[in-house]
């Protein structure tokens, strides 16, 4: 259960009438020593541990109602931190007093009752009362300025105790310079309203105890000497960014320890499992505006938000400061010349753009950050370690694939495994699809699973989701990425030139935890040795029309308005190419999708694009349903690219024309400028189209020319000219639309207790059991018989005969199965007679004959459901 929602939850402790006090925990196992410091929320004391004798430091909270989620939230990160730079958090408890107890953390401060009759009431600070929530004025801001956004316990306003000037360092510190004697007192106003009372509760915090300074107050100390020197700048600076740096998991710190607004999950496992977004919610009304990032102090409108870049924001001016202890930002003209690395730094966290602005992660390795000692040394040695040709090398492999697992990290690895509500129905669609590939005469063959990864040095930003393994040789291999990848490798090594092919396969994403997600395609492939222009758009419209057959199959996708959209290769490439010679911030203007093409012109004119180009542009970016109106508007224009769009569109209308004489009667829309269509990077070298739902997400299909790719693959003096094209169906989004149909029409169906339908998945049609254990001999027996005659059957064994046939009826509707078959007892079972029972209707028939009694059954049932199912056109 999550602490937030349960474990802090108020104590049912009766009534002082009908249940003794409860004694105090922290009075009976802690020795107060000395008070620390207090603020708005509650008092910090340094306090011994009676059971174990050591010292921490214990801070005392008074729950006021409208504060208490935000306070269990931080308590709940706080326990979630392990870092030796963070100040360790112990453990925490709640303590409910009787009514007329005493706090332990305000003596007097009920003071002020619900029944009072005085007209105001005034308290004064008195350190001989050790109150915890004396009000003053250092806990207010200065007036006219807000150095709060808010209120939270980690940032607990500390002020100067005449009786105490030690101070604990553990986190929560943010100490006034004020003397607290010299706080005059506040006039607090009478509660006019009787309420009920309440016991007041207590919530204890156990943190580590730390005998230093703070670090404001060193650089408080600092000043008067100049700041810290470089060396020792350096050194606390690398202590905060090691804090703030994922290691083993990549937790974060929200404002340097301030909580989010995040929810806590009810499963404990869930504690161990690592973050998987980094943009986490922002920390909402928390934290010290003198440190805030803008995008936190005055909100972002546009992008994401990252918590962890705000933290780096606060880092920058604290590194600021123990560079240059002033209160400006502004770097001054007394910087020294030889701190160019510390201004680089803290030029970047101080960055307004949170995109620009380095993570934790990124900081850790930047190029200003001085190496320690350690760091040199393993920078020396990696090269050796890691060279191939050396010993130690050998030794490296045989310690990585030599760990021990920690248990608890195998039983989670796999809980972010997402099996998709609609798995059951891969079968169904792959039989129908494999039989469309049957159609065109393709043959089934499985590619290459693993392949040897290229130059890290190469990997594109795409390719940051390739899932890269290590194997025992210390070759780094890859799953592939795009489902066409795997078979152009193949058909390189083999010297493939003529095949017509199919596979079921999956295309691979890394995740950050747990094993890649694995993306199920069917993939349909014609590699042909015709080079001529005829021939590869013959391919092409084969491929269009498998995508048009596997469409108008399936029930769910039958009904949507999925269109085909096509482009060709070149026209994408001339168009950036053309916009990168001008200004590089081009493309990025004409790919926005929520602007009008009167707004792009304006921002392309203003970057030097010419008036022609941008012509050519705005025709470019429509789409259009022939190729002969795009011809006629392109010829009134003149460009040089225009002998280069001419001859892609030359291409498309080829293929157009041959998909039409294949049967395509899907609506097939030309869109020359589809960047998205050609980020893929199996498809190049010509045409390229794609099935698109409703939704410019929703893609069911995607295909084009990629025997560059085979080439890319093949040694060179083995190249010889081919074409390739292939087409890759999402069985993933055509399993998903048959579930949606499934969901709706099969009710009715079972409603009418006719059958479950002709696409649902099913397991068996005949399930044999009985309600008397000793009869399994007997129903194995019937088993064989029925499997002789090519009827999926099953049988229950022994453990099942406890169950009740109300069970048996369930189990069967949920898997699919049309008929019950038990075996009689032993009085009839020497007649042959078996029970046949209709598991939608419930009717059940007695008979000698089992196989035959089954089978006619079985029969009727399959032709009433292949009538209906024509009738209804659903097949």
Not at 58 to 67: E, F, M, N, Q, T
Not at 186 to 202: C, D, G, H, L, S
Not at 375 to 392: C, F, M, N, T
Not at 631 to 643: C, G, Q, T, V
Request: with cysteine; hydrophobic share 35%.
């Amino acid at each position: 259960m999550s602490p937030d929602r349960h474990y802090y939850a108020p104590m049912n402790i009766g009534t002082p009438g009908r249940s003794a006090p409860r004694v105090s925990r922290f009075r009976e196992e802690w020795e107060e020593l000395e008070f620390l410091g207090k603020g708005g929320f509650g008092s910090v004391v340094k306090a011994q541990n009676k059971l174990d004798g050591r010292i921490y430091a214990v801070k005392k909270i008074r729950l006021r109602g409208a504060d208490d989620a935000k306070i269990y939230r931080e308590i709940t990160a706080l326990s979630r931190l392990s870092h030796r730079y963070i100040v360790r958090y112990y453990t925490a408890w709640l303590e409910t007093l009787q009514s007329g107890a005493t706090s332990p953390t305000d003596s007097d401060d009920s003071t002020v009752s619900s029944d009072t009759t005085e007209e105001a009431q005034t308290v004064t600070n008195d350190d001989s009362t050790d109150s915890a929530f004396v009000f003053n004025l250092d806990d207010l801001p200065p007036p006219g300025s807000s150095p709060y956004t808010g209120t939270s316990f980690p940032g607990i306003h500390f002020r100067e105790n005449s009786q105490s000037q030690s101070r604990s360092s553990h986190g929560f510190d943010d100490s006034s310079d004020e003397d607290e004697d010299d706080s005059p007192a506040v006039v607090v106003p009478q509660v006019k309203a009787a309420t009920p009372r309440i016991n007041p509760r207590i919530l204890y915090i156990q943190m580590e105890f730390v005998e230093n300074q703070t670090l404001k107050e060193m650089v408080e100390r600092k000043a008067p000497e100049g700041g810290f020197s470089e060396e020792e700048s350096w050194r606390l600076f690398r202590q905060l960014v090691e804090a703030l740096t994922p290691k083993e998991t990549p937790r974060q710190l929200g404002d340097f320890g301030l909580a989010v607004n995040a929810v806590v999950p009810d499963d404990p496992l869930e504690s161990v499992i690592p973050r998987l977004d980094a943009f986490q919610e922002m920390t909402s009304g928390v934290g010290t505006s003198l440190y805030v990032a803008p995008e936190v102090m005055f909100g972002r409108k546009k992008g994401t938000r990252s918590q962890s870049k705000a933290d780096l924001y606060s880092l920058g001016i604290v590194f600021f400061e123990l560079n240059f202890p002033q209160p400006s930002i502004e770097f001054p003209s007394a910087w020294q010349e030889a701190r160019y690395r510390q201004r680089k730094i803290i030029e970047m966290l101080l960055e307004h753009d949170p995109d620009k602005r380095p993570s934790a992660l990124q900081l850790s390795t930047n190029e200003y950050l001085p190496e320690t000692l350690e760091d040199e040394y393993v920078k020396e040695a990696l090269p050796i370690i890691v060279d191939p040709k050396r010993p130690h090398y050998e030794a490296l492999l045989a310690k990585l694939f030599d760990q021990d697992t920690v248990p608890a990290k195998s039983f989670i690895y796999n809980m972010h495994a997402d099996i998709p509500d609609h798995a059951a129905l891969y079968d169904t669609v792959r039989d129908k699809i494999v039989a469309v590939f049957h159609m065109q005469g393709a043959v089934s063959k499985e590619p290459i699973l693993l392949a040897l990864n290229h130059s890290p040095n190469e990997i594109s930003n795409e390719d940051k989701q390739s899932v890269i393994l290590l194997d025992r040789r210390g070759d780094l291999v890859t799953l592939p990425r795009h489902a066409t990848t795997p078979f152009a490798r193949l058909a390189a090594i083999e010297g493939t030139t003529r095949i017509k092919r199919y596979s079921i396969s999956n295309a691979y994403r890394s995740i950050p935890v747990g094993p890649p997600k694995a993306i199920k395609f069917a993939i349909f492939d014609i590699i042909t040795p015709d080079t001529d222009k005829d021939s590869i758009g013959a391919a092409e419209a084969e491929c269009m029309r498998v995508v048009d057959e596997v469409l108008s199959i399936f029930p769910g996708t039958r009904e949507q308005q999925i269109e085909l959209y096509l482009t060709h290769d070149g026209l994408t490439r001339d168009i950036r190419r053309t916009l990168l010679d001008i200004n590089p911030q081009a493309e990025e203007i004409l790919s926005q999708t929520r602007s009008s093409f009167p707004q792009k012109r304006a921002h392309l004119s203003r970057l030097g694009v010419p008036r022609n180009v941008v012509d050519l542009l705005e025709i470019l970016t429509g789409t259009f349903d022939e190729v002969a109106p795009l011809f006629n508007r392109l010829e009134k224009i003149s460009s040089e690219n225009n002998s280069r769009i001419f001859d892609a569109l030359e291409e498309i209308k080829r293929t157009l024309t041959l998909s039409r004489l294949m049967g395509v009667k899907r609506k097939i829309i030309l869109a020359p400028w589809s960047p998205s269509m050609l980020n893929q990077a199996d498809f190049t070298g010509g045409l390229v189209f794609e099935a698109r739902g409703a939704k410019r997400t929703d893609i069911y299909a995607r295909g084009g020319r990629y025997d560059p790719l085979i080439t890319k693959f093949t040694v060179p003096n083995r190249r010889t000219p081919i074409r390739a094209v292939a087409v890759q169906i999402s069985m993933d989004r055509i399993a998903s639309a048959l579930a949606d149909y499934l969901s709706s029409s099969v009710k009715s169906m079972v409603k009418e207790e006719r059958s479950f339908g002709y696409w649902s998945p099913s397991r068996c049609d005949v399930y044999i059991a009985s309600f008397q254990p000793g009869l399994l001999h007997e129903r194995v027996e019937l088993l064989r018989d029925l499997w002789s005659h090519r009827i999926r059957t099953d049988t229950m064994y022994e453990e099942a005969t406890q169950q009740s046939g109300d069970e048996h009826v369930r189990m069967c509707k949920r898997e699919g199965t049309l008929f019950l078959v038990y075996v009689r007892l032993k009085a009839k079972r020497d007649s042959g007679v078996v029970l046949v029972k209709n598991v939608l209707t419930g009717v059940e028939t007695e008979g000698k004959q089992s196989v035959n009694l089954v089978k006619n059954s079985l029969t009727s049932i399959q032709l009433l459901v292949t009538t209906w199912c024509h009738g209804s056109n659903t097949i």
